[in-house]
Antibody, heavy 118, light 107 residues
Framework: QLQESGPGLVKPSETLSLICTVS??????????WGWIRQPPGKGLEWIGN???????DYNPSLKSRLNILVDTSKNQFSLELSSVTAADTAVYYC????????????WGRGTLVTVSS | DIQMTQSPSSLSASVGDRVTITCRAS??????LHWYQKKPGTAPKLLIY???SLQSGVPSRFSGSESGTDYTLTISSLQPEDFATYYC?????????FGGGTKVDIK
């Protein structure tokens, strides 16, 4: 099971920070990456990036300059930091488990709405 | 980036209808194509992975196929719980990319 947590409101130019807590599975498994996907209101799904338990990351180039995804194996959590946010970053943010071999997203959190507004 | 062109963007169908949704990749993706169902307020649910493998627990009325760079999701007999938005996603290369979605609603 995956569960997102973090502020639901972030001011423009500040940093959006979310945590995903993994339960029922070890984040240190060699079989999966752990990632983030978002869906702006009324729009489609956008992959943000993912992290492996070693700390190795893959990022969407469109967000890379503002993005940091970290893993904390001691807490079985991974996190998202997106800096210099604007209204365009308003979205439902999902954390998800990505199969290392085939890349499908087979387990998702329920999602959390983050609104960027002053 | 690999572009995924999904069609149609929406369709209206009746319970019992056969429904087909297509995704075209901008380059070959070697079956690294997966299908998801999304309902409002809920997380996406994996239906099909590897173009044609049914995810555990998913009803057998869902199936996937491929022809070149074209991938198809078929619902053989639409059920009331199937009214949702469907997305394809490629994992052949980063960044992962999704199709624009197909909203299936009641005729």
């Amino acid at each position: 099971q995956l569960q997102e947590s973090g502020p639901g409101l972030v001011k423009p130019s500040e940093t959006l920070s979310l945590i995903c807590t993994v339960s029922g599975d070890s984040i240190s498994t060699t079989s999966y990456h752990w990632g983030w996907i978002r869906q702006p209101p009324g729009k489609g799904l956008e992959w943000i990036g993912n992290v492996y338990f070693t700390g190795s990351t893959d990022y969407n180039p469109s967000l890379k300059s503002r993005l940091n995804i970290l893993v904390d194996t001691s807490k079985n959590q991974f996190s998202l930091e997106l800096s210099s946010v604007t209204a365009a970053d308003t979205a439902v943010y999902y954390c998800a488990r990505r199969g290392k071999r085939f890349g499908y997203l087979d387990l998702w959190g329920r999602g959390t709405l983050v609104t960027v507004s002053s | 980036d690999i572009q995924m062109t999904q069609s149609p963007s929406s369709l209206s169908a009746s319970v019992g209808d056969r429904v087909t949704i297509t995704c075209r990749a901008s380059q070959p993706i070697s079956s690294y194509l997966h299908w998801y169902q999304k309902k409002p307020g809920t997380a996406p649910k994996l239906l099909i992975y590897g173009a044609s493998s049914l995810q555990s627990g998913v009803p057998s009325r869902f199936s996937g196929s491929e022809s070149g760079t074209d991938y198809t999701l078929t619902i053989s007999s639409l059920q009331p719980e199937d009214f949702a938005t469907y997305y394809c996603q490629q994992s052949y290369s980063n960044p992962l990319t999704f199709g624009g979605g197909t909203k299936v609603d009641i005729k």
